[in-house]
T-cell receptor
Framework: GAVVSQHPSRVICKSGTSVKIECRSL??????MFWYRQFPKQSLMLMATSNEGSKATYEQGVEKDKFLINHASLTLSTLTVTSAHPEDSSFYIC???????????FGSGTQLSVL | QQQVKQSPQSLIVQKGGISIINCAYENTAFDYFPWYQQFPGKGPALLIA?????SEKKEGRFTISFNKSAKQFSLHIMDSQPGDSATYFCAANKAAGNKLTFGGGTRVLVKP
């Protein structure tokens, strides 16, 4: 069964609205989760590392005020795309660190379309 | 700077044939090299992985070959099946932090 649950799988919103994406670790407690962004036919780009109980670590070039990450519990991290614009349309994927590198599991992704 | 370079970008192979995807890395601190399979609209799933102390690893129809001196590794899919049609990503990881650096991806199409 799924190790990581990501919701919603697809969201369409109007420009200027905020969208929240949830990533849940189902099988283990995850002190670290990762958020990726993937444009069509391109690779995954790491956006940020979500740390339980502390601030997320953002990759260079990623606006932390635009992409708010909250990792309030050992099983849940959320990514909020604030004031979304069409250029934010993308496939967002979370991954969960199960404690070993072989135990890095990915969610099923969220397709965000901003009109 | 792209730390993991993957080729080809796309690949068409006949059913039963061999699919070969190559990756090269630059950072010698990388010590874990996984391959992921991704179907459209889904997240990546770990396929097979190798560490640099091993030159080859085989799991079923999937084999990784690793050349530490050349800083290259490759994925071979033997007896390719239409169900193998997907995008494959190589990746690399350092010992600390568990961040993955992904290659650009290879779209594989297996024709029946």
């Amino acid at each position: 069964g799924a190790v990581v649950s990501q919701h919603p799988s697809r969201v369409i919103c109007k420009s200027g609205t905020s969208v929240k994406i949830e990533c849940r670790s189902l099988d283990f407690q995850a002190t670290t989760m990762f958020w990726y962004r993937q444009f069509p036919k391109q690779s995954l780009m790491l956006m940020a590392t979500s740390n339980e109980g502390s601030k997320a670590t953002y990759e260079q070039g990623v606006e932390k005020d635009k992409f708010l990450i909250n990792h309030a519990s050992l099983t849940l991290s959320t990514l909020t795309v604030t004031s979304a614009h069409p250029e934010d349309s993308s496939f967002y994927i979370c991954s969960v660190n199960g404690g070993r590198r072989e135990k890095l599991f990915f969610g099923s992704g969220t397709q965000l379309s901003v009109l | 700077q792209q730390q993991v370079k993957q080729s080809p970008q796309s690949l068409i192979v006949q059913k039963g044939g061999i699919s070969i995807i190559n990756c090269a890395y630059e950072n010698t601190a990388f010590d874990y090299f996984p391959w992921y399979q991704q179907f459209p609209g889904k997240g990546p799933a770990l396929l097979i992985a190798i560490r640099p102390d091993v030159s080859e690893k085989k799991e079923g129809r999937f084999t990784i070959s690793f050349n530490k001196s050349a800083k290259q590794f490759s994925l071979h899919i033997m007896d390719s099946q239409p169900g193998d049609s997907a995008t494959y990503f190589c990746a690399a990881n350092k010992a600390a932090g568990n961040k993955l650096t992904f290659g650009g991806g290879t779209r594989v199409l297996v024709k029946p």
